[in-house]
């Protein structure tokens, strides 16, 4: 099972996600489950990286993903990065209403 977990800061906006384990779904490389997370999530980071012009906080390992926005943006940039994570997890959450049994989100709110 994919667990997703979704960061949000104390004024509610997503500043993070991190993503863990395999859909088991199919066979490793014919998994659409996990296709479809692994493509947004990189997607996610392009966007941040391309589109906002942010260097965020990356860390990719086997069954491990997390991508988090550093503290100190600017307004424009933050307001673009938002728009792709809550973007992206709106596509994991449709994914995951398709294949309920194959992917878990929770939310998290930041205390720092």
């Known amino acids: 099972m994919i667990k997703v977990q979704i960061n949000r800061g104390l004024s509610g906006n997503l500043i993070g996600l991190n993503i863990i384990g395999h859909a088991d779904y199919a066979e490793y490389g014919s998994d659409i489950v996990c296709a479809g997370v692994s493509a947004l999530a990189e997607t996610c980071v392009l966007g941040i990286e391309k589109v906002a012009g942010i260097d965020?906080?990356?860390?990719?390992?086997?069954?491990?993903?997390?991508?988090?926005?550093?503290?100190?943006?600017?307004?424009?940039s933050q307001d673009i990065a938002y728009v792709i994570l809550e973007t992206v997890c709106l596509g994991i959450k449709d994914i995951a209403k398709s294949y309920p049994d194959y992917i878990k989100i929770e939310s998290k709110k930041e205390v720092l």
């Open 56 to 76: 965020p906080i990356l860390i990719k390992e086997e069954g491990y993903f997390r991508i988090q926005l550093p503290a100190k943006l600017n307004q424009k």
